[in-house]
C-alpha cells in the first residue's frame, strides 16, 4: 500500500537517508497535531479517479454546534488506518481507511459530481524518522 511504498522508497528523502543508521530504514512518524488538507468539494478519489469506499459510507451525525466535524477528524487522528474523512452537508461525516474499496493509491483528488456540501480531507502525514 501507499505506506509501505512511502517507508521503502524514503531512503531516497535526503534528509531522512543522511540519518538513516545502519538499518537504512526510514518510519513515518504523525506529528502530535494531526493536519488534515482539505483536498475539495466531493467524495474523496484514488489516483485513478474512482471513489473511495463507493456506496459504502456510513455516516454519524453530529449537532451543528460541534467543533467543526470534529468527531471522524479525532477517531482518524487516533487510527493509523485512516487516509482522512468525508463531511456530509455539515451535518455529518465519515472515515476513510486503507481497508476500505478503491483506497489504493491513497486520496489525490475530489469528485465535483453532485456534491454539494460534501468535502474530502485528506490526513497529512509530515515526517519520516531514521531508524
Request: charged share 25%.
Amino acid at each position: 500500500g501507499e505506506l509501505h511504498d512511502l517507508i521503502s522508497s524514503c531512503d531516497a528523502v535526503e534528509s531522512c537517508a543522511m540519518k538513516a543508521s545502519a538499518s537504512g530504514y526510514c518510519v513515518l512518524e504523525q506529528p502530535a497535531d494531526t493536519l488534515y488538507s482539505r483536498i475539495g468539494e466531493g467524495k474523496c478519489l484514488n489516483p485513478a479517479g474512482h471513489v473511495i469506499k463507493f456506496n459504502a459510507y456510513e455516516p454519524r451525525e453530529y449537532s451543528r454546534g460541534e467543533t467543526n466535524m470534529s468527531l471522524c477528524k479525532d477517531d482518524c487522528s487516533k487510527d493509523p488506518t485512516c487516509l482522512g474523512y468525508v463531511t456530509l452537508q455539515d451535518t455529518a461525516c465519515d472515515t476513510i481507511h486503507t481497508f476500505d474499496s478503491n483506497s489504493e493509491g491513497g486520496i489525490t483528488n475530489a469528485s465535483v459530481k453532485e456534491e454539494n456540501g460534501t468535502f474530502c480531507w485528506r490526513k497529512e502525514v509530515h515526517k519520516l524518522r531514521a531508524v
